[in-house]
């Protein structure tokens, strides 16, 4: 066997040019699929991050309040009881914390717009810091009642600084409008989506604003110590509060804002409460990045077939060159699965050497690219909820990138190969190539 | 000083000390004038007016809108059905059991929407199209006279009743003295921040054969947002026909039917 990969090995140093042709476009492919799937890594890995601490948790007990069949808000009644019953049975948690739901207008003196209004203690909040970079203003100021933290664009867009005073408006659960004048106590860097249309109270600021008790809240954020149990710890807090007496919704895999029109339009009244996990509340981002996925399959797929294409016929060519040699072998007593074999590591050789080079150039592309900390258009930024791009390298994924280029080229060859070793020696022998 | 210029002087000042006691009302009148005003204005049968909406924003162009409004005071229906500009007729609203739904033809969809909230994101909202309740929602106080350029008002401050849900919890009211025409209306919303102000500059009056007696009704209404000072809504009804309507008007089907 070494023998024949030996044979393989010289036979692509012998046609150098054909090598570095395909080896090259081989290596394109690879280096290309490495870098997309840096992409997608590190925006998953971004949003990951910033959507599990802006707007949701790993696992989240969430719901909706309604007074009357046409009025529903995003609310959670007694929720320390809840809380204290997940803590209680979930060994997988790290932390939980409380947030206020809301969505009302924010006017400046200048101007207004609507945003999501989510209600925070801030000092129980580490993960909060990590992921804002406050811009001016502090983040400690958010502790004190009627404050507020705002996004940069959002403070340009209503002309405001630290210090100012700004109204947020909006109806209380019965309907009636109700209003809280509150300080832009810290402007934050944007962080893509999340930061165009959310602002953070205290939690006390909204109770107040939506004329709620103190053990109501708009969600309970479970964050688990490792993100690969989300499924089983979602399931098993279902069943925990069914078990409790709670009533809950059906499992909906949908930002929370969706599910009004569903929920407005069933009879029911009083409380219903809605397991959800982040994927779920960041479903209408998430979108982008099978986009992306999708984009990296149909593009390797394309590359696939043209390398493919490309290696059958140089195999053809090369079988063609060397069917005399072929003859010879065949003469000497080499068997026809034999043949094929030489064939077949000879694509496979390209392959491997071809995705290694490949490999390391996405590598050194990924890790360069991450370390100059490039900035993404806004459009990007948006989705990606980051203004910076970051590229994650996998080693994992990279491995399997190469295996499954080498395992293409390897099965393309087959034909060819097979051809190859279908020659009769004599026939093989006279061929004038 | 004379005896008879002493008591002069004594009734003079009697009348002068006693002017405000004299001029506040009692609030069995205050409530007498509410329940006027919502009998004024209610019909007791059908009710039809052909509505014209006009809404102002920042940075926005105008927005208008022409519709209907149709009421049956005595079931406690309402439906707004639009019918220009073209993108949105067929639109409307429907209050059915105490629940307003909204209907788009564009998707076919009924949506339940909050009985306090925006009419087609208008300053407007169902209340000032719905019958009159001022009486049966609100206990008013009486804040004095007000002028209010050639009318003189009474001006009210109304605050909601217990267990009684309305957009804005406290509203004061600028009552002609003559008239009982209602000449602007404030709204606050629960923090005391003033939220809307609406002026009706002109009242008119048709003759209701089902009531016998004449209904009143705001032939302009102009809203101004307190809290985003630069929008503003027009609301003019162009007619009102107390005529019976079709018996079956007030179904999800008959709206429906309307944008077809």
Known sequence: MFQLFLIAFRNLGTHRRRTLLLGGAIAGVTALLVILMGLSQGMEETMLRSATTLGTGHVNVAGFYKITSGQAAPVVTAYPKILELVRKEVPELDYAVQRGRGWAKLVSEKTSSQVGVGGIDVKDEPGFRQ???????????????????????????????????VTIAAPTMRGTNNTVDVRVAAIAADVGM?????????????????????????????????????????????????????????????????????????????????????????????????????????????????????????????????????????AIGMQRTRVMVMFLFEAMTLGALGTLAGAIIGFVVCVAVDAAHVGVPEAAAMFIMSDRLHLVVNAGSVLGAMVFITGCTTLISLIPSFLAARLKPVTAMHHIG | MSLKNLLSAAAVSVALLSAPVALALEPAAMVQILSVIDDRQRNGGDYKAHIYLEQK????????????????????????????????????????????????????????????????????????????????????T??????????????????????????????????????????????????????????????????????????????????????????????????????????????????ESKSR
């Open chain 1, 131 to 165: 992921v804002l970079q406050v811009r001016s203003g502090s983040m400690d100021d958010l502790a004190q009642p009627n404050t507020v933290l705002i996004f940069e664009k959002q403070a340009k867009r209503l002309e405001v600084k630290v210090g100012d005073i």
């Open chain 2, 57 to 140: 924003e920042k940075d926005k162009t105008d927005n208008v809108r022409e519709g209907f409004v149709y009421r049956r005071d005595a079931d406690d229906k309402l439906m707004i059905l639009f019918s220009k500009p073209k993108t949105e007729a067929g639109k409307g609203y429907l209050r059915l059991d105490k629940n307003l739904w909204s209907y788009d033809p564009n998707v076919g969809k009924w949506e339940r929407r909050t009985e306090r909230e925006r009419i087609a994101g208008t300053d407007s909202r169902r209340a000032d199209f719905d019958e009159s309740r001022l009486a049966e929602e609100f206990d008013p």
């Open chain 1, 194 to 330: 999340m930061s165009d249309f959310n602002v953070y109270v205290p939690s006390q600021t909204l109770r107040a604003l939506y004329q709620l008790r103190d053990d109501s809240t708009g969600a309970i954020f479970l964050y688990l110590k490792d993100l690969k149990q989300m499924a089983q710890v979602q399931a098993r807090v279902r069943q925990l509060l069914t078990d409790a007496g709670y009533t809950l919704m059906d499992n909906d895999p949908r930002a929370f804002w969706f599910k009004f029109d569903v929920v407005n339009r069933e009879e029911w009244t009083g409380q219903k409460l809605d397991i959800t996990n982040w994927e779920d509340e960041m479903s209408f981002i998430t979108w982008t990045l099978k986009a992306l996925n999708g984009l990296t399959g149909i593009l390797t797929f394309v590359l696939l077939v043209i390398i493919g294409v490309g290696i059958m016929n140089t195999l053809w060519i090369a079988i063609r060159e060397r069917t005399r040699e072929i003859g010879t072998l065949r």
């Open chain 2, 142 to 255: 009486y804040e004095g006279e007000a002028k209010l350029g050639k009318y003189t008002a009474h001006k009210l401050n109304l605050k909601v009743k217990p267990n009684i849900d309305v957009a804005y919890p406290v509203v004061k009211l600028w009552v002609d003295k003559d008239t009982n025409n209602i000449l602007k209306r404030e709204e606050y919303a629960l923090s005391g921040r003033l939220m809307r102000t609406a002026l009706y500059p002109r009242w008119k009056k048709v003759f209701s054969e089902s009531k016998g007696a004449d209904v009143w009704y705001p032939e302009e209404i102009r809203f101004y947002d307190e809290v985003e000072k630069a929008n503003s809504t027009i609301v003019l009804i162009k007619s009102v026909d107390l005529r019976s309507l079709e018996a079956n008007l007030f179904t999800k089907a008959w709206l």
